[in-house]
């Protein structure tokens, strides 16, 4: 009995003398030692060398033969932010944790996090550079007063590889009307739609067309969907779905009238709005409409959505732009932009941004960039001088500015002084053509603008994200690999709820229990206290206000998300939700006066009356009639 | 300029896999969250829809099975004993009885255990009579079938000249489905072996004579057998050791001062194998300590415990199933409080057992359920139920911790699964690679609403449902009416008592 007591006693405290003489030592020897033997005597045997010198076999038997774990790799992750991995430490907030387990657990959480986040910036640092300069824009002498934006396309051209400048072609195609273009996310398909009916659907890398109808009537916008298999083409009554070989597939009568179309790819929702000015969202994937939202606002001249969060961004002929998530019937964001109608939206979508940054552009002829964090003021406005027509984001943050006559182009908006107009980076003239549609091609420099003589492709060097993935939109995908994504995608369809602002709210503690009136939240015992109130009582809650400022001192490189501020619990009291001050509020609205109304003015002034002298008694104004006339007030 | 060599990027040969890009940036993974919430979503609806537990149910007994013994050192066998005196020996991989004994015992058996004989060739079976008091051993071939007669006795005391070499270990000893089905015809066996004739099987029990018979005044309730010496316990009105080799009464008697109360259930430590613990009906849980002979220290506890299991990997760690519905856990050095309280069934629990992970148990109790728990939380992890299942009075886990038995009223041993949404059978590294993301996605949602509220619900029956109900009820209104005292009376005088200081009522040394 006793033995089995002993024998199950706590550990024995670790003998001080190894940390010891970890300290003496450089911190960079030490942490390069975790994974050394340490010194001292080993139970095991050595083989003696004729040296004299001694070998630990069971250490070189597994140096010889085996390859260490690459996470014990320290040394040989090349110079950079790889040096810094061997330092990485567990937040030191995680030390307030009591729980041993849970400590660890966090901690081991915490370390992983940040060990893939420097492997994470090794890949890019090492992998996903340009092997040319910085981002692979053009360089020219800025001393000799060389500018960018003075360079033409032609030259571009010549100074290209040839596969590079034969992506450059232009599709003559007159007295068709004005083109409306769009790509598939991987860039390797056109789909082209002339206002007078011409709809055309190609490869545009191999010359391959897929499909070419006339559909004799006005098309108003067109929508490759989640592949290149079906596109969606916003006619002159309703919307239509084709397939690759440009047969029709299916009519969507609910949606009338449409003028603009977006495709949300990861929860398969087609997003039309009309000039009756109703948002649907229809889901492509059952077929069935989820909801109608009237905006009220009339036919909006523009719309866009944020690939990073899904909100659909709707531009007014008012100067308004708001944002909608079809769980609200109402915008989430509404936003007086320009003093003329908004004729132009684009979400950046590069790294930096991650749909944060917003550009919208308005008949005023000005272009602002919105901070999707905070609304309240435009990081940056700028006049332009041709009429802007349209907006359109690279995969790199390159903003194109559509107008009469000519694109141009910016880059490295968010940086530099905000306070001047940018300084273009190219400036491509279309002379006598007006910009109507415009995009750039993902994964590729090229720009490809719909006017009224058919489609141009323009080079814009280092305006396009260079790294694809694979796994999420391959360039070279083949048929096998396709339809396992368009399996897998229908299988991770996002739920519609899931459409927020904040794209970080999943799993998130949701602390705030709305509803409840004083009484009922001070009249709960101990017991039937949560588990955080109840810690917060012992005095033993962790808090999370001081994690949440170490985190955002060192998440320097940002994910800015999250700075958001704490959400303010709306609490309700009793008493002003009540059934007489309803009354009360309707009859004064409808401004009738009969008997009722008085009586129960009346009654709401002796009860007001009565409660103001029990206040003025608590408070001590006036001393409380104690007799035999009390009663009588 | 972007310029992209098709080198790269298509395959350099027809066979050649794709080769494949990668891009980690989270600009290029939208929805990262949302994406993965999905997946994990899938991956609990798909945990729940092949979540078939129920394996198979021996049957073959006239009465209830009331006991379960379970050889530790076999995955594939177990003995049953009935109501009416009937001990059945089960294959669990040919799910049949392999001997079926039918007057083992008059009345009732009390016990069954295994002996802790090294080859699985000389191990015997040892039963207790609740009614007429009797130990018998018994000992056949059958328990062994697939073994040759030659190996049967090689190294016993039976042989014939092939001395003892101790060659016949675990390994060799071939168990069903070591060695694969042998259905030799030249071979004859008397109804035992793999070929089994059932007449030849039942007339082999009905002849077969136990080895030794011990006997008492007072009938046994339970008998547990020391990890390796040859010694037993059995619980009567006191806790009696037994030495196998001896055929005289038992060696001692222990017993916590002068109690005299029945016990009900015993069970040898598995690390310190000298240890043993009881319970008995004066709601107690003792310790004894046979070197010394002497009961060491007791609880006396608010209910009566029915059972009792050592944890295997945590020496100090026990387990009790209370007749309070719930089950306790306790670290013997601390016997004032339990560790962890087990809170779920709807009737006094029968039986319980550890996983030989020590990370898990099972239990089951009279409200005709089995549920598993983890070692750390006090919800059970799953509850299984059949409509044909009465009352479960034991259950055990099997050696290798995938399959988990009960022994209930009517009449049948059940192989259920341990864990019930797993795939039986050989999986590929893929798949396996697979479940491991599933499990991990789930896992790690599992505190979201929408997942947490699949991965938890089960079906139940409508009165163990209705049960629950009602036993949530009543203790909430306890509760209630606890509150309300402690709000009108002084402050400070009715203090609450946490749940786990109201389970042990005195600790005595």
Same mark, same amino acid.
């Given at each position: 009995?006793?033995?089995?007591?002993?024998?199950?006693?706590?550990l024995?405290?670790?003998?001080?003398?190894?940390?010891?003489?970890?300290?003496?030592?450089?911190s960079?020897?030490?942490?390069?030692?975790?994974?050394?033997k340490?010194?001292?005597?080993?139970s095991?045997?050595?083989?003696t060398?004729?040296?004299?010198?001694?070998?630990?076999?069971?250490?070189?038997?597994i140096?010889?033969?085996?390859?260490?774990?690459?996470?014990f790799?320290?040394?040989?992750?090349a110079?950079?932010?790889?040096?810094?991995?061997?330092?990485?430490?567990?937040?030191?907030?995680?030390?307030?944790?009591?729980d041993k387990?849970?400590?660890a657990?966090?901690?081991r959480q915490?370390?992983?996090?940040?060990?893939?986040?420097?492997?994470?910036?090794?890949?890019?640092?090492?992998?996903?550079?340009?092997?040319s300069g910085?981002?692979?824009?053009i360089?020219?002498?800025?001393e000799?007063g060389?500018?960018?934006?003075?360079i033409?396309?032609?030259?571009?051209?010549?100074?290209?590889?040839?596969?590079?400048?034969?992506?450059?072609?232009?599709?003559?195609?007159?007295?068709m009307?004005?083109?409306?273009?769009d790509?598939?996310?991987?860039?390797?398909?056109?789909?082209?739609?002339?206002?007078?009916?011409?709809?055309?659907?190609?490869?545009?890398?191999?010359?391959?067309?897929h499909?070419?109808i006339?559909?004799?009537?006005?098309?108003?916008?067109?929508?490759?969907?989640?592949?290149?298999?079906?596109?969606?083409?916003?006619?002159?009554k309703?919307?239509?779905?084709y397939?690759?070989?440009?047969?029709?597939?299916?009519?969507?009568?609910?949606?009338?009238?449409p003028?603009h179309?977006?495709?949300?790819?990861y929860?398969?929702?087609?997003t039309?709005?009309?000039h009756?000015?109703?948002?649907?969202?229809?889901d492509?994937?059952?077929?069935?409409?989820?909801?109608?939202?009237?905006?009220?606002?009339?036919?909006?001249?523009?719309m866009?959505?944020n690939?990073?969060?899904?909100?659909?961004?709707?531009?007014?002929?008012?100067?308004?732009?708001?944002?909608?998530?079809?769980?609200?019937?109402?915008?989430?964001?509404?936003?007086?932009?320009?003093?003329?109608?908004?004729?132009?939206?684009?979400?950046?979508?590069?790294?930096?941004?991650?749909?944060?940054?917003?550009?919208?552009?308005?008949?005023?002829?000005?272009?602002?960039?919105?901070?999707?964090?905070?609304w309240?003021?435009?990081?940056?406005?700028w006049?332009?001088?041709?009429?802007?027509t349209n907006?359109?984001?690279?995969?790199?943050?390159?903003?194109?500015?559509?107008?009469?006559?000519?694109?141009?182009?910016y880059?490295?908006?968010q940086?530099?002084?905000?306070?001047?107009?940018?300084?273009?980076?190219?400036?491509?003239?279309?002379?006598?053509?007006?910009?109507?549609?415009?995009?750039?091609?993902?994964?590729?420099?090229?720009?490809?603008?719909?006017?009224?003589?058919?489609?141009?492709?323009?080079?814009?060097?280092?305006?396009g994200?260079?790294?694809?993935?694979?796994?999420?939109?391959?360039?070279?995908e083949?048929?096998?690999?396709?339809?396992?994504?368009?399996?897998?995608?229908v299988l991770?369809?996002?739920?519609?709820?899931?459409?927020?602002?904040?794209t970080?709210?999943?799993?998130?503690?949701?602390?705030?229990?709305?509803?409840?009136?004083?009484d009922e939240?001070?009249?709960?015992?101990?017991?039937?206290?949560?588990?955080?109130?109840?810690?917060?009582?012992?005095?033993?809650?962790?808090?999370?206000?001081?994690?949440?400022?170490?985190?955002?001192d060192?998440?320097d490189?940002?994910?800015?998300?999250?700075?958001?501020t704490?959400?303010?619990?709306?609490?309700?009291?009793?008493?002003?939700?009540?059934?007489?001050?309803?009354?009360?509020?309707k009859?004064?609205?409808?401004?009738?006066v009969d008997?009722?109304?008085?009586?129960?003015?009346?009654?709401?002034?002796a009860q007001?009356?009565?409660?103001?002298?029990?206040?003025?008694?608590?408070s001590?104004?006036?001393?409380?009639?104690?007799?035999?006339?009390?009663?009588?007030? | 300029?972007?310029s992209?060599?098709l080198d790269?990027?298509?395959?350099?040969?027809?066979t050649?896999?794709?080769?494949?890009?990668?891009?980690?940036?989270?600009?290029?993974?939208?929805?990262?969250?949302p994406?993965?919430?999905?997946?994990?979503?899938?991956?609990?609806?798909?945990?729940?829809?092949?979540?078939?537990?129920?394996?198979d149910?021996l049957?073959?007994?006239?009465?209830?099975?009331?006991c379960?013994g379970?050889?530790?050192?076999?995955?594939?066998?177990?003995?049953?004993?009935?109501?009416?005196?009937?001990?059945i020996?089960?294959s669990?991989?040919?799910?049949r009885?392999l001997?079926?004994?039918?007057?083992?015992?008059?009345?009732?058996?009390?016990?069954?255990?295994?002996?802790?004989?090294?080859?699985?060739?000389?191990r015997q079976?040892?039963?207790?009579?609740?009614?007429?008091?009797?130990?018998?051993?018994?000992?056949?071939?059958?328990?062994?079938?697939?073994?040759r007669?030659?190996?049967?006795?090689?190294?016993?005391?039976?042989?014939?000249?092939l001395?003892?070499?101790?060659?016949?270990?675990?390994?060799?000893?071939?168990?069903i489905?070591?060695e694969?089905?042998?259905?030799?015809?030249?071979e004859?066996e008397?109804?035992?072996?793999l070929?089994?004739?059932?007449n030849?099987?039942?007339k082999l029990?009905?002849?077969?004579?136990?080895?030794?018979?011990?006997?008492?005044?007072?009938?046994?309730n339970?008998i547990?057998?020391?990890?390796?010496?040859?010694?037993?316990?059995?619980?009567?009105?006191?806790?009696?050791?037994?030495?196998?080799?001896r055929?005289?009464?038992?060696?001692?008697?222990?017993q916590?001062?002068?109690?005299?109360?029945?016990?009900?259930?015993?069970?040898?430590?598995?690390?310190?194998?000298?240890?043993?613990?009881?319970?008995?009906?004066?709601?107690?849980?003792?310790?004894?300590?046979?070197?010394?002979?002497?009961?060491?220290?007791?609880? @006396?506890?608010?209910?009566? *415990? !029915? $059972?009792?299991?050592?944890?295997?990997t945590?020496? /100090?760690?026990?387990?009790? &199933?209370s %007749?309070?519905h719930?089950?306790?856990?306790?670290?013997?050095?601390?016997?004032?409080?339990p560790?962890?309280?087990?809170?779920?069934?709807?009737?006094g629990?029968?039986g319980?057992?550890?996983?030989?992970?020590?990370?898990?148990?099972?239990?089951?109790?009279?409200?005709?359920?089995?549920?598993?728990?983890?070692?750390?939380?006090?919800?059970?992890?799953?509850?299984?139920?059949?409509?044909?299942?009465?009352?479960?009075?034991?259950?055990?886990?099997?050696p290798?911790?995938?399959?988990?038995?009960?022994?209930?009223d009517?009449?049948? @041993?059940?192989?259920?699964? *341990? !864990? $019930?949404?797993k795939k039986?059978?050989?999986i590929? /590294?893929?798949?396996?690679? &697979?479940? %491991?993301?599933?499990?991990?996605?789930?896992?790690?949602?599992?505190?979201?609403?929408g997942?947490?509220?699949?991965?938890?619900?089960?079906?139940?029956?409508?009165?163990?449902?209705?049960?629950t109900k009602?036993?949530?009820?009543m203790?909430?209104s306890?509760?209630?009416k606890?509150?309300?005292?402690?709000?009108?009376?002084?402050?400070?005088?009715?203090?609450?008592?946490?749940?786990?200081k109201?389970?042990?009522?005195?600790?005595?040394?």
């Amino acid at each position: 009995m006793d033995a089995l007591l002993a024998s199950a006693g706590p550990l024995q405290p670790n003998k001080k003398n190894f940390s010891k003489g970890k300290s003496s030592g450089g911190s960079a020897s030490s942490s390069s030692n975790n994974y050394v033997k340490r010194n001292g005597s080993t139970s095991h045997q050595t083989i003696t060398r004729s040296d004299g010198s001694k070998i630990d076999a069971s250490l070189n038997s597994i140096l010889g033969s085996t390859r260490i774990p690459s996470s014990f790799h320290q040394s040989n992750l090349a110079s950079g932010s790889g040096s810094s991995s061997s330092q990485i430490k567990p937040d030191q907030s995680l030390n307030r944790i009591q729980d041993k387990k849970l400590k660890a657990k966090l901690q081991r959480q915490d370390l992983n996090f940040k060990q893939s986040k420097l492997e994470k910036n090794d890949v890019n640092e090492w992998l996903n550079k340009a092997v040319s300069g910085e981002k692979g824009t053009i360089e020219v002498d800025e001393e000799l007063g060389e500018k960018t934006w003075r360079i033409k396309q032609n030259e571009i051209q010549n100074s290209v590889g040839i596969a590079s400048s034969k992506k450059k072609f232009d599709l003559k195609l007159e007295n068709m009307g004005t083109y409306k273009i769009d790509y598939t996310r991987n860039g390797r398909h056109l789909a082209i739609a002339s206002s007078k009916g011409h709809v055309a659907t190609f490869d545009w890398q191999a010359g391959k067309l897929h499909s070419e109808i006339q559909l004799k009537e006005s098309v108003r916008d067109i929508k490759f969907l989640h592949s290149e298999d079906f596109y969606a083409v916003a006619q002159k009554k309703y919307v239509f779905i084709y397939d690759q070989n440009g047969v029709e597939l299916h009519k969507l009568k609910q949606h009338i009238d449409p003028t603009h179309m977006e495709f949300l790819p990861y929860h398969y929702l087609l997003t039309t709005v009309g000039h009756a000015g109703y948002l649907k969202y229809h889901d492509t994937s059952t077929g069935v409409m989820l909801t109608q939202i009237p905006t009220r606002l009339g036919s909006p001249h523009s719309m866009a959505q944020n690939p990073h969060s899904a909100i659909i961004h709707l531009g007014h002929a008012n100067g308004t732009m708001t944002l909608w998530s079809p769980n609200m019937t109402t915008p989430h964001v509404k936003l007086l932009a320009h003093r003329g109608p908004v004729n132009g939206i684009a979400v950046d979508p590069s790294e930096t941004s991650a749909g944060r940054y917003v550009a919208t552009s308005g008949m005023d002829g000005v272009v602002k960039i919105w901070d999707g964090r905070m609304w309240g003021k435009e990081l940056r406005s700028w006049h332009v001088r041709n009429q802007i027509t349209n907006l359109s984001y690279s995969g790199m943050g390159m903003l194109s500015v559509g107008g009469k006559s000519g694109i141009t182009i910016y880059k490295d908006l968010q940086s530099g002084n905000t306070q001047h107009s940018p300084t273009p980076y190219l400036t491509l003239g279309l002379p006598s053509l007006t910009v109507n549609s415009i995009k750039f091609c993902p994964f590729d420099d090229l720009l490809c603008v719909g006017h009224e003589k058919g489609i141009s492709n323009l080079l814009v060097p280092g305006s396009g994200e260079p790294n694809f993935d694979s796994g999420e939109t391959d360039l070279y995908e083949t048929y096998s690999r396709r339809r396992e994504r368009d399996v897998r995608g229908v299988l991770e369809k996002i739920k519609p709820e899931l459409i927020t602002l904040d794209t970080d709210f999943l799993g998130k503690i949701n602390e705030s229990r709305g509803g409840e009136t004083y009484d009922e939240r001070n009249s709960r015992s101990f017991r039937q206290l949560g588990r955080l109130e109840r810690l917060r009582v012992n005095g033993k809650a962790d808090e999370p206000q001081s994690i949440e400022e170490e985190e955002e001192d060192d998440d320097d490189d940002g994910d800015g998300n999250n700075a958001q501020t704490k959400e303010k619990v709306k609490r309700k009291m009793k008493g002003k939700g009540g059934s007489t001050s309803r009354y009360l509020r309707k009859k004064q609205k409808k401004n009738i006066v009969d008997n009722n109304l008085l009586a129960m003015k009346a009654k709401v002034a002796a009860q007001k009356k009565v409660e103001d002298t029990r206040r003025k008694i608590a408070s001590g104004e006036i001393v409380k009639e104690t007799g035999a006339l009390a009663r009588f007030g | 300029m972007i310029s992209r060599s098709l080198d790269d990027h298509l395959p350099s040969s027809s066979t050649a896999p794709h080769p494949l890009q990668r891009n980690l940036a989270p600009h290029l993974h939208p929805f990262q969250k949302p994406r993965e919430y999905t997946r994990a979503m899938t991956a609990v609806k798909m945990d729940r829809m092949f979540a078939k537990p129920f394996v198979d149910a021996l049957g073959g007994h006239q009465d209830g099975v009331y006991c379960l013994g379970k050889d530790s050192r076999r995955v594939g066998i177990v003995a049953g004993g009935g109501g009416d005196g009937e001990v059945i020996v089960h294959s669990l991989t040919l799910r049949r009885p392999l001997l079926k004994i039918p007057n083992a015992h008059k009345g009732m058996i009390g016990g069954l255990s295994w002996t802790s004989e090294s080859s699985d060739g000389k191990r015997q079976l040892i039963s207790v009579g609740k009614l007429d008091g009797t130990i018998k051993i018994w000992k056949s071939k059958a328990f062994t079938p697939g073994l040759r007669e030659k190996e049967v006795f090689k190294g016993s005391e039976f042989s014939h000249g092939l001395g003892d070499e101790g060659a016949m270990h675990l390994d060799e000893a071939g168990a069903i489905g070591e060695e694969g089905y042998q259905f030799d015809d030249d071979e004859e066996e008397e109804g035992g072996g793999l070929n089994i004739d059932s007449n030849k099987r039942d007339k082999l029990g009905e002849n077969l004579e136990p080895l030794l018979t011990y006997t008492n005044k007072n009938g046994f309730n339970g008998i547990d057998h020391h990890r390796t010496d040859s010694i037993f316990a059995t619980a009567s009105n006191t806790v009696q050791i037994w030495d196998e080799t001896r055929s005289n009464s038992a060696i001692s008697n222990l017993q916590f001062g002068n109690s005299l109360e029945t016990v009900n259930k015993i069970k040898f430590n598995q690390s310190e194998t000298s240890v043993l613990a009881s319970v008995g009906n004066d709601r107690t849980m003792c310790l004894y300590d046979i070197r010394t002979g002497k009961a060491e220290r007791r609880i @006396v506890m608010q209910f009566v *415990s !029915n $059972a009792i299991s050592w944890c295997p990997t945590l020496p /100090t760690m026990m387990l009790l &199933a209370s %007749e309070d519905h719930n089950l306790y856990t306790f670290d013997i050095r601390n016997l004032n409080s339990p560790n962890q309280i087990y809170k779920g069934h709807v009737g006094g629990v029968m039986g319980c057992d550890w996983s030989p992970t020590g990370e898990e148990f099972v239990s089951g109790a009279y409200d005709r359920t089995v549920r598993l728990w983890n070692r750390e939380s006090g919800k059970s992890r799953d509850v299984y139920h059949t409509k044909r299942m009465q009352r479960v009075f034991d259950v055990t886990y099997t050696p290798t911790a995938d399959f988990v038995l009960s022994a209930s009223d009517d009449g049948n @041993v059940r192989i259920w699964k *341990s !864990n $019930a949404s797993k795939k039986l059978g050989v999986i590929s /590294t893929v798949e396996r690679q &697979a479940i %491991e993301h599933r499990q991990k996605l789930i896992e790690r949602y599992s505190t979201e609403k929408g997942i947490k509220s699949i991965k938890e619900r089960r079906h139940v029956p409508q009165s163990i449902h209705n049960a629950t109900k009602l036993k949530r009820e009543m203790i909430e209104s306890r509760k209630v009416k606890e509150d309300r005292r402690r709000d009108h009376s002084r402050k400070g005088r009715e203090k609450p008592k946490a749940e786990r200081k109201k389970a042990v009522i005195v600790e005595q040394k």
